[in-house]
């Protein structure tokens, strides 16, 4: 081999060293910009995630509210209490003598005109006594008309020596002094011919025999009725006038201003479901029962039918007009604080305002508030106790059919001033009160 080839082959060698060398240079360079570039988009990747979790978290920081309006109240209050109907007349019948029932001739259920025999009592004591009476007017009566026989023969002999005036004046006092016995003979007759009139127990006023404790062969005491083994009371009849029924209300103090003698109700009783009957204002006791602040008002209503029956209970439903500007809010908007009973409002940069009002009738499920919000105020409903004055929220819609609306109020019409807080008028004559219709 020549020199010439030789040096051919080096150079060829190192030619190849060189282009390798290069490879390996190119290939880490690749190598560490792919792992830039994988490195710059780790970095942002985890700066954007960063981001995202901070946007994320301070958005979850702010609360979710849900805002209503204020609503005007209803142009129409409905009031449902619990009444009692009880008759217009009701009267226990207690025996004034004693002695044994010896017959009774009213039951259950009898209509009685007045002055009908429901019972018969059997007094051999009282007889006795009112023979003793009768006698005892008798002899006073005999022993009379013998001192005036006397005393005018006395008076006769006055003026002679026979007599002195001081004999004719005892025999005339004699005489006045067995009147005075006569007078209480006659009176004593008369009260035992009284107590004998009360062995027919009759009834008082027309009416149905409401309760019969009475029968042949009890032992009645005078003013005490039935008297039982163990020594117990009752009375023997119980009568009641049911041809108008008495109706009492406890009107609650926050309601006292729909009473008025206009007032009219409609009830409904248990043994008559599908039925209203119409009650009429009667009276009212016009003060206030400590305990319960409540008035008792009294309503008539007719019964000439006689379905009601007395002592039965009944719901009444009472209406009146209602003021449409008096603005009402759910209970759960309220919120009740040491600074006093607030609602939470939301202003225009969604930050929360808290304000003290006014609260008027409790509605049930609402409430009156009388000062403090405006028809257009943003209320939060059903705020949590955490919540902030100036605090930032974030509103969102309520569930239908659950939440209050939370549309703006419509623009109402004005309605005419009322001051009667009464029911539809009525022109008949109201009945007196205490007495028969």
Same mark, same amino acid.
């Given at each position: 081999?020549?020199?010439?080839?030789?040096?051919?082959?080096?150079?060829?060698?190192?030619? &190849?060293?060189?282009?390798?060398?290069?490879?390996?240079?190119?290939?880490?360079? #690749?190598?560490?910009?792919?792992?830039?570039?994988?490195?710059? $988009?780790?970095?942002?990747?985890?700066?954007?995630?960063?981001?995202?979790?901070?946007?994320?978290? +301070?958005?979850?920081?702010?609360?979710?509210?849900?805002? #209503?309006?204020?609503?005007?109240?209803?142009?129409?209050?409905?009031?449902?209490?619990?009444?009692?109907?009880?008759?217009?007349?009701?009267?226990?019948?207690?025996?004034?003598?004693?002695? %044994?029932?010896?017959?009774?001739?009213?039951?259950?259920?009898?209509?009685?005109?007045?002055?009908?025999?429901?019972?018969?009592?059997?007094?051999?004591?009282?007889? !006795?006594?009112?023979?003793? !009476?009768?006698?005892?007017?008798?002899?006073?009566?005999?022993?009379?008309?013998? !001192?005036?026989?006397? =005393?005018?023969?006395?008076?006769?002999?006055?003026?002679?020596?026979?007599?002195?005036?001081?004999?004719?004046?005892?025999?005339?006092?004699? @005489?006045?002094?067995?009147?005075?016995?006569?007078? =209480? +003979?006659?009176?004593?007759?008369?009260?035992?011919?009284?107590?004998?009139?009360?062995?027919?127990?009759?009834?008082?006023?027309?009416?149905?025999?409401?309760?019969?404790?009475?029968?042949?062969?009890?032992?009645?005491?005078?003013?005490?009725?039935?008297?039982?083994?163990?020594?117990? !009371?009752?009375?023997?009849?119980?009568?009641?006038?049911?041809? +108008? $029924?008495?109706?009492?209300?406890?009107?609650?103090?926050?309601? =006292?201003?729909?009473?008025?003698?206009?007032?009219?109700?409609?009830?409904?009783?248990?043994?008559?479901?599908?039925?209203?009957?119409?009650?009429?204002?009667?009276?009212? @006791?016009?003060?206030?029962?400590?305990?319960?602040?409540?008035? /008792?008002?009294?309503?008539?209503?007719?019964?000439?039918?006689?379905?009601?029956?007395?002592?039965? %209970? @009944?719901?009444?439903?009472?209406?009146?007009?209602?003021?449409?500007?008096?603005?009402?809010?759910?209970?759960? +908007?309220?919120?009740?604080?040491?600074?006093?009973?607030?609602?939470?409002?939301?202003?225009?940069?969604?930050?929360?305002?808290?304000?003290?009002?006014?609260?008027?009738?409790?509605?049930? /499920? /609402?409430?009156?508030?009388?000062?403090?919000?405006?028809?257009?105020?943003?209320?939060?409903?059903?705020?949590?106790?955490?919540?902030?004055?100036?605090?930032?929220?974030?509103?969102?819609?309520?569930?239908?059919?659950?939440?209050?609306?939370?549309?703006?109020? &419509?623009?109402?019409?004005?309605?005419?001033?009322?001051?009667?807080?009464?029911?539809?008028?009525?022109?008949?004559?109201?009945?007196?009160?205490?007495?028969?219709?």
């Amino acid at each position: 081999m020549t020199p010439e080839h030789d040096n051919t082959g080096g150079v060829d060698a190192k030619e &190849k060293a060189a282009a390798a060398a290069r490879k390996r240079k190119m290939g880490f360079a #690749i190598v560490a910009g792919v792992a830039g570039v994988l490195v710059i $988009m780790g970095l942002v990747q985890r700066h954007s995630a960063y981001m995202q979790l901070a946007q994320e978290t +301070a958005h979850d920081a702010v609360p979710v509210v849900q805002v #209503i309006y204020p609503q005007p109240g209803p142009d129409e209050r409905e009031l449902s209490l619990p009444a009692n109907i009880a008759a217009w007349y009701q009267a226990p019948i207690y025996a004034q003598v004693s002695g %044994y029932v010896k017959m009774w001739y009213k039951d259950f259920g009898a209509r009685v005109k007045a002055g009908d025999v429901l019972a018969e009592i059997d007094t051999p004591g009282l007889d !006795a006594q009112y023979a003793a !009476a009768k006698a005892n007017y008798n002899v006073a009566l005999a022993r009379y008309k013998l !001192a005036q026989i006397t =005393a005018r023969r006395w008076k006769a002999l006055q003026g002679t020596q026979a007599v002195s005036q001081q004999e004719v004046d005892v025999q005339a006092a004699n @005489a006045e002094a067995e009147k005075a016995q006569v007078e =209480a +003979a006659q009176h004593d007759v008369e009260r035992y011919a009284a107590l004998e009139a009360f062995k027919k127990i009759v009834a008082p006023f027309d009416g149905i025999v409401t309760s019969r404790m009475a029968d042949v062969g009890d032992y009645v005491n005078a003013g005490r009725g039935d008297v039982d083994s163990r020594g117990n !009371a009752t009375e023997l009849f119980s009568v009641a006038d049911v041809h +108008a $029924m008495r109706v009492f209300v406890a009107v609650p103090q926050d309601y =006292a201003d729909i009473i008025s003698p206009r007032l009219q109700a409609n009830l409904i009783v248990p043994q008559y479901p599908e039925r209203t009957f119409k009650a009429r204002y009667l009276a009212t @006791a016009s003060a206030f029962n400590p305990n319960t602040r409540t008035v /008792t008002t009294e309503l008539v209503l007719d019964n000439k039918g006689g379905e009601l029956w007395p002592n039965s %209970y @009944a719901t009444a439903t009472f209406r009146a007009p209602a003021d449409p500007d008096q603005l009402i809010l759910p209970e759960g +908007a309220i919120v009740f604080r040491q600074e006093g009973t607030q609602v939470a409002l939301v202003d225009d940069s969604n930050h929360v305002h808290l304000v003290n009002v006014a609260l008027g009738r409790d509605l049930g /499920t /609402t409430v009156e508030v009388q000062r403090g919000v405006k028809k257009t105020d943003r209320v939060i409903n059903n705020p949590s106790a955490g919540l902030l004055d100036g605090q930032l929220v974030r509103i969102v819609k309520g569930t239908p059919g659950y939440n209050a609306p939370s549309v703006l109020p &419509k623009k109402t019409p004005d309605i005419s001033k009322d001051d009667t807080r009464a029911m539809p008028e009525d022109n008949r004559a109201m009945p007196e009160a205490g007495g028969r219709q």
